[in-house]
């Protein structure tokens, strides 16, 4: 039972503000993913969190207790790294078992606990072996075996799988979310990586520039993003924004279907649209021109801009289709339910 | 084969012929000191001079080992491995906790002592040697194990090369072993030292061969013969007056001072090489 609490945390090297005061509560049990582009402080975040790095202003608490002055041993929390860190002279046994050896654990208990550990993750044949003789799968099921052995209350993953090939990638997506449901412990995991954050997370929390743009569950964050930012940076491919002008006019002239709910609101509008969510509709005003299909195999992607102005728009359509087996212009229809406004200036939400 | 530039039988001749009359140049004295080593002392002093082994070697030998000229040559032996091991072991000790400190802990003038002791490499022994002097003496430590290697003892070199070495390693790792639990010291024990060993077996090699070598310091604060080591031992072996010097046997002693530091260099080559194979990566 571990609850992880952040109250206004703040980060700052010497005048430069990098985290402006994130607050946000983890239930136990709950599997929180950090997304965001790079630069954004979700690493020091978690850094913050782990004990590795100070905390400038505000609060961690874990399970209600402040932990801001406790060491990262006091706060019963593991760490899987973006590099491993494994210790290259030690064998995957020793790796395994080097923070229970740390604790005075008995040598039956710490063999029994890593065999236990290296069975969970299928490294049963590995453990004498240097973590040099190892592949980045394997050397990955290390860390996380290093992590687990201890029991810890939090895990918390700096961009575990961002060293691995795409394949390998989705295979420890699938086996790091299975172990996290198994053992039931409360994890933050950090990722720059949005189709890892959409299916590991039960959370996601949006960060952008040391601020949290967005907390909900991915589809609370796919169905109504909060921001501009949100918008274009959950989903893939991202969401078109497109400008609005008077009178609910695109960029081309033709005016937004009527059928699209409009805001009572002035000043700069941007209707934002998910490429899955455009239709083709033949008799549609909304005309637009093609310049180059992506075929993905269930669906194609087509990139071309809206007819009669420079407006970027990505259309997918299920199936396939080629350049040759569509007219060089289409008319689109947006469906309703699925579009988003939002106010230029700020990038927020109507 | 692999070779960019195609030699014909003629270059390859000339070029063999070169390197073999250059190991000539090199090897010929030893040679020399080797057979005078052999012959008797009648044999060297009267031209011309031998350059065939003679049959006097394990004689020889037995003399300067149990008796040598002022003093046994096994004494000298073990008191230069006294010294070398002393220096190397001490500079190497002291200097990875002196990298350590510099690299991995964030303390007031970190840098100020950085320089602090980078400066000392424009300071050698020769520079501070009357100071260095004075404090020995003062101290009681002349004719002293701990005289000879002290002053020594501090190394810049060593110091900065462990700083470079320490700040290569992941700075994930010392965070793992901070989560691990892993306090300073016992990341330095647990991880850092094993992680070092291949430069340790470098910096070894190096450190014993400057102490084994050392001659102006011992030479000025041993006067006793008993703590004399074997390099300054050689010179001490020449007569003053117009006495004979016993040339065979200190032959044999000079030889004799080159064989640790070659067994030194022989066996952690082989210890470096199988450790620069079992490095990470």
Redesign the interface.
Known sequence: MTTISLKDVKKSYGNLRVIHGVSVDIHDSEFIVVVGPSGCGKSTLLRMIAGLEDISEGEVCIDGKVVNHLEPMDRNIAMVFQNYALYPHMSVFDNIAYSLKIAKTSKAEIKQRVQETAELLQLGDYLDRKPRQLSGGQRQRVAMGRAIVRRPSVFLFDEPLSNLDAKLRVQMRLEIKRLQRQLGITSVFVTHDQVEAMTLGDKLMVLNDGRVEQFGTPVELYQKPRSIFVAQFIGSPSMNIVPVSEGHRLPNGAVVDHAVPKPQHTGELSLGIRPEHIDIEPASDVRFLIEMAEQLGANTLIHGVLEGSSAPLVVSLPGLHTLESLDASIGLRFQPENCHWFDTATGDRL | MAGMVERNGAGTIISHVGLIFGIAIVCFPIYLAIVASTVEQKDIVSPPLPLLPGGHFIENYKKALLSGVNIPVWRMLVNSTIMAMGIAIGKIVISLLSAFAIVYFRFPLRTFFFWMIFLTLMLPVEVRIVPTFEVIANFGMLNSYTGLILPLIASATATFLFRQFFMTV?D??A????????KPM?FFF??LL??S?TNIAALFVILFIYGWNQYLWPLLITTDPEMNTIVMGIKQMFPSGDDLADWPVIMATALLAMLPPVLVVVFMQNLFIKGLVDA??
């Open positions: 992941p994930e790792i965070e793992a072993a901070r989560v691990d639990g892993a016992r647990d991880i094993p992680m060993r990470e990566k």
